[in-house]
């Protein structure tokens, strides 16, 4: 069966319509990090107030820091850490739909924070919850969506930070598994909820 060509307008639209989108990737992206270390600037001066906005486990009344906890750091060395791999997978997560990358992070925000709530045992901070969240939705948009550009990404998701999977596991006591886990799973249920009909996208 042969298809007719596609108008050159069409192609141009649609061209103009993948650009400004990965411009307005990058643009939350780089607004959110720069938001971050302006946040754990504040926290040195402040001698490490800012801290107390991690995740309380089993406090009801901590229940709020759920949404301020993984945009906070344990210090420059813990930031640092999270900034390449937020950026990357983050850019990623929001290239394909601003709209959706923002429903699904904070869906991963609050699964991955109830999580640790109900499992952890000392006070978490961290964009981790986002990091392994992303890491989770880009992988499920592959599995889920089965399109041909989602199945590319989370293919090379996979390559260059697969290793991240053994970060759910209980390993340093300094290092929240619970955090990385249930992120993780919030992406993976993100992807699912906002899956399309594989059938109406070609690429």
């Known amino acids: 069966m042969s298809y007719p060509p596609v108008p050159e307008k069409s192609r141009s639209e649609g061209l103009a319509t993948h650009g400004a989108r990965l411009a307005s990737a990058a643009v939350i992206i780089g607004v959110v990090t720069a938001a971050m270390w302006v946040l754990e600037i504040a926290d040195y001066v402040m001698n490490g107030a800012l801290d107390s906005f991690g ?14 906890a993984p945009f906070m ?3 420059f060395g813990h930031l640092v850490g999270n ?9 990623l997560a929001a290239a394909r739909g601003i709209a959706k990358f923002l429903v699904a992070s904070l869906i991963i925000i609050v699964v991955g924070g109830l999580g640790v709530w109900f499992a952890s045992s000392a006070n978490t901070l961290g964009s981790s919850i986002l990091i392994f969240g992303f890491f989770g ?3 499920g948009r592959g599995l889920f969506e089965r399109r041909l550009l989602d199945l590319a990404i989370a293919v090379g998701v996979v390559a260059v930070y697969g290793t991240m999977i053994f970060g759910v596991l209980p390993s340093d006591p300094s290092i929240s598994w619970q955090g990385h886990l249930f992120g993780m799973l919030g992406g993976v249920l993100a992807s699912w909820l906002l899956r399309r009909d594989p059938s109406r996208e070609s690429y």
């Open 55 to 68: 995740i309380q486990p089993h406090d009801v009344g901590d229940l709020p820091d759920i949404f301020t």
């Open 73 to 75: 750091h344990g210090g």
């Open 83 to 91: 900034t390449v791999p937020f950026v990357i997978l983050g850019f």
């Open 137 to 139: 939705y880009l992988l």
